[in-house]
């Protein structure tokens, strides 16, 4: 295969945005001043939600867990804890988002991770494995963590460096906010008529016969 180009996913961010932080909301979830913690997407047994039991036990912290499926009535048995919120949308989601004070994820086969550029996008630090596509989208250190896959400990240990350290998820979120700032859906799509025209430009006569003549053989 020849001329061959990676096309990225954007994120809104307009809509995902630490702006949408809602104290009203936070006081909902942490009356108690607790660090929010949240995981965003589906309950899936490929996800690993469950590796997030030793973060909900961490004082001071209060884990939020956004989406529904297979696995929610297990997870909701082995995280009492947590606050399930359930599916959410649109502007109802963004606020959440930019609500939290930490963004986890815990399964090791997503080969993107759009939830934690939304999360990058809405100001936040992100914990995740050192695994498919969140090598991408975490600068480790800068915007936040990565960790061994599928090891609750370290998952934990690296959501606590934050916990304690305001200053910290501070700095790496203004770092995630700036990383994905550039990857609007804007932005990406003139990426990719820009990989569009460079197929055109580069096809020279000959090249288009050919293409024609393969064309024929169908």
């Known amino acids: 295969m020849h001329r061959v180009r990676v096309w990225g996913r954007g994120v809104d961010t ?22 929010l913690v949240g995981y965003i997407g589906r309950l899936a047994p490929e996800k690993r939600v469950d590796l997030l039991g030793q973060v909900a036990t961490l004082p ?26 359930g599916p959410r949308h649109g ?8 609500s939290l004070d930490i963004f986890v994820h815990s399964g090791a086969r997503e080969t993107f991770g759009q939830t934690l550029q ?13 695994a ?3 090598l991408d989208i975490v600068s480790e250190g800068t915007t936040g963590f990565l960790v061994p896959p599928g090891e609750p400990g370290p998952l934990a240990e690296a959501v606590s460096r934050l916990v304690r350290d305001p200053a910290m998820r501070a700095a790496m979120g203004r770092s995630a906010r ?3 700032a550039g990857r609007t859906w804007a ?10 025209a460079e197929v055109l430009d580069s096809s020279g006569p000959a090249e288009r016969r050919r293409d024609d003549d393969l064309r024929g053989t169908w």
């Open 14 to 35: 307009g809509l995902f945005h630490p702006a949408r932080r809602s104290e009203r909301l936070r006081r909902e979830l942490a009356p108690g001043g607790e660090v």
């Open 60 to 85: 001071g912290t209060r884990l939020v867990i956004v989406g529904n499926g297979p696995a929610e009535r297990a997870l909701r048995q082995a995280l009492p804890g947590a606050a399930f919120l």
């Open 91 to 98: 502007t109802d989601l963004a606020g959440i988002y930019a």
């Open 118 to 130: 939304e999360a990058a996008a809405s100001g936040l630090p992100v914990v995740a494995p050192a």
């Open 132 to 134: 498919g596509g969140p």
């Open 178 to 180: 700036q990383k994905v």
């Open 187 to 196: 932005v990406l799509g003139d990426e990719l008529i820009g990989h569009y």
